[in-house]
């Protein structure tokens, strides 16, 4: 068991007020107290408690920080060892200068993720769980967050744990067919298995349906916003962009760093692809058919298109319609402040029953109507299931399909008759898939590669 003490700053740089350097480990309480200097010694108080105090140089006892301590000592801690975290209010010099003088005193720069790690290593958590927090560090929204969160509460573990138990029976009644032949419980047997087994294929297929809204939490809904030049797809971007929390990410690895931008609509959080280009260029639509353009409706989920009502729609609009058929598009009808000139009819037959938003935005009108269509796309028509938890990575989504694949060679072979003690093998493989997403099965080097994903001090 690994029992260094490690330590890392453990709130995210540059955001929020306040930042954490947390301890975990056997030496946890002694290294916190050298670089502390409060009324009591770190050693004397109570365990959960938390204490206002001066982090001090201990070479020549000047402060560094002012700052509140937590002292949580084993085992009712995350990782299960004693933990320090010492709430920092200063900026990032003085956190680092924090993290510099524990590390000074001997604890080890934690590695990306070690502390959640150790919390799975000592069984504070399952895998999944871990992989929930990891989720939750990435969380881009509230919902996204909430997602994670019932990850980390450990409901997917149930659900699969049901699973197993129910692949597990079914095995355990094959063995009795095989051990006590003389029950000649042939036709028994198969019927349970055949219950059974596709029982579980229509609840893999279920966690797999929202396996894709998961990621779509995870790494928002890929949302173009198109339309020919002077629609207003620019005022439509400003307008969610200032009525909604943005998020700007960098996508790194780009020559010139591409802006994405998060907004978070009635807790749909949209990934506007390529605003750079709207706001720069103002001319997407004549470049499409250009490679770039193409592309960018390739990653759409989801197509804003925007049409001027103040005109007649133009071979231009008819070409963008064409362009998107078959994708989940919305389209939006914007200047209706001024008279109207565009033909509804022919539009309704480019819009496949869906509503229509009319807008003005340079009035502020429409957008309601838009952010409502938008979450009634998401979140009614069968993209979410209620109270279910999100699938959301990529491992576990991978392993379903695997166990999803062993359940129906089961199935498979039972209805062609096969001894069931063949039937058994496939069973007991999708066992050990499933067994994986929960980390039941799992081998260091998966692990390793899982917990290298986390954020530093996590
Ligand atoms: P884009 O080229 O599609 O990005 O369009 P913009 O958002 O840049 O808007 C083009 C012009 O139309 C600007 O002068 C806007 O002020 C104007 N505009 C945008 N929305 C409306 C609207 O709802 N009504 C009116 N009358 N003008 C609008
Ligand atoms: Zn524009």
Not at 154 to 165: A, D, H, M, T, W
Request: with cysteine; aromatic share 4%.
């Amino acid at each position: 068991m690994e029992t260094d003490t490690i330590a890392a700053i453990s709130t995210p740089s540059g955001e929020g007020a306040i930042a954490i350097v947390r301890l975990s480990g056997d030496e946890a309480l002694d290294i916190a107290d050298h670089v502390y200097k409060g009324k009591k010694s770190l050693h004397d108080v109570v365990t959960h408690t938390i204490h206002y105090g001066h982090i001090i140089d201990p070479a020549d006892g000047s402060v560094i920080e002012e700052s509140m301590i937590s002292v949580l000592r084993a085992p009712k801690t995350f990782t299960r060892e004693d933990i320090v975290e010492i709430n920092c209010h200063g900026g990032l010099v003085s956190v680092n200068r924090v993290l510099d003088n524990v590390l000074s005193q001997g604890a080890r720069l934690a590695e990306p993720g070690e502390f959640t790690k150790r919390a799975f290593l000592n069984g504070r958590i399952d895998l999944t769980q871990a992989e929930g927090v990891m989720d939750l560090i990435r969380a881009k929204t509230d919902r996204a967050m909430q997602s994670a969160l019932k990850q980390v509460e450990g409901r997917l573990s149930e659900r699969i744990r049901k699973l197993r138990q129910k692949l597990l029976e079914t095995v355990a009644n094959v063995e009795v067919n095989i051990d006590y032949p003389e029950f000649d419980a042939d036709v028994v047997t198969t019927n349970v298995l055949k219950e059974n087994v596709a029982f579980v294929g229509e609840e893999i297929d279920q966690l797999l349906v929202t396996a894709r809204q998961g990621k779509i939490m995870r790494e928002g809904l890929g949302t173009a916003i198109i339309g020919r030049p002077n629609v207003g797809k620019s005022s439509l971007m400003n307008n969610l962009v200032h009525e909604n929390k943005a998020i700007v990410t960098e996508v790194p690895g780009t020559t010139r760093d591409v802006l994405e931008e998060y907004v978070n609509v009635r807790g749909v959080p949209l990934r506007l692809i390529d605003t750079a280009g709207i706001r720069e260029t103002e001319d997407i639509v004549e470049k499409i058919g250009v490679e770039r353009s193409r592309q960018v409706l390739q990653e759409a989920e989801l197509i804003l298109l925007v049409i001027n009502s103040a005109e007649p729609l133009s071979d231009e609009d008819r070409a963008l319609f064409q362009a998107v058929q078959g994708m989940n598009v919305i389209v939006i009808m914007n200047k209706t402040d001024l008279p109207k000139q565009v033909d509804e009819e022919e539009l309704r037959e480019y819009t496949s029953g869906r509503p229509i938003i009319a807008a003005s935005f340079l009035n502020d009108e429409g957008i309601d109507s838009l952010e409502e269509a938008i979450a009634h796309l998401f979140f009614d028509e069968g993209v979410e299931a209620a109270d279910m938890n999100y699938l959301s990575n990529a491992r576990h989504i991978g392993l379903l399909n695997q166990a999803k694949r062993s359940v129906n060679d089961a199935l498979e072979a039972v209805e062609m008759g096969v001894p069931v003690d063949m039937v058994q093998i496939d069973i007991t493989r999708a066992w050990e898939q499933l067994g994986e997403i929960v980390g039941e099965n799992v081998h260091d080097g998966l692990i390793d590669q899982l917990f290298a994903q986390f954020c530093l001090g996590k």
